[in-house]
Nanobody
Framework: QVQLVESGGGLVHTGGSLRLSCAAS????????MGWHRQAPGKQREFVAK???????NYADSVKGRFTISRDNAKNTVYLQMQSLKPEDTAVYYC?????????????WGQGTQVTVSS
């Protein structure tokens, strides 16, 4: 079992930046992929970005060029640097991890952190 604790959400103006962090604990040896999903009010949860243990990354088209995902394996932590934020980025951001290479069906979810972008 893996526990995930997110931090770094908040309120920012359009064009601003935020960095989210997610620290994993527990059975971290089983983790290969780490990443983020988000859920806006009234919408389904959607994939944002992921990174594998060998640093292969993948991003949703809506965030490419603006968000950067990274990880510190020594700290079992994944980061999401968000720049040029837009009101449509407003959502609850959830950290997720998995044993495979995909994050369609993560093994563990974080509790979520709110990101609000004001216009």
């Amino acid at each position: 079992q893996v526990q995930l604790v997110e931090s770094g959400g908040g309120l920012v103006h359009t064009g601003g930046s935020l960095r989210l962090s997610c620290a994993a604990s527990g059975s971290v040896f089983s983790i290969n992929v780490m990443g983020w999903h988000r859920q806006a009010p009234g919408k389904q949860r959607e994939f944002v970005a992921k990174i594998t243990s060998d640093d292969k990354t993948n991003y949703a088209d809506s965030v490419k060029g603006r968000f950067t995902i990274s990880r510190d394996n020594a700290k079992n932590t994944v980061y999401l640097q968000m720049q040029s934020l837009k009101p449509e980025d407003t959502a609850v951001y959830y950290c997720a991890v998995g044993r495979g290479y995909g994050l369609a069906f993560p093994d563990s979810w974080g509790q979520g952190t709110q990101v609000t972008v004001s216009s």
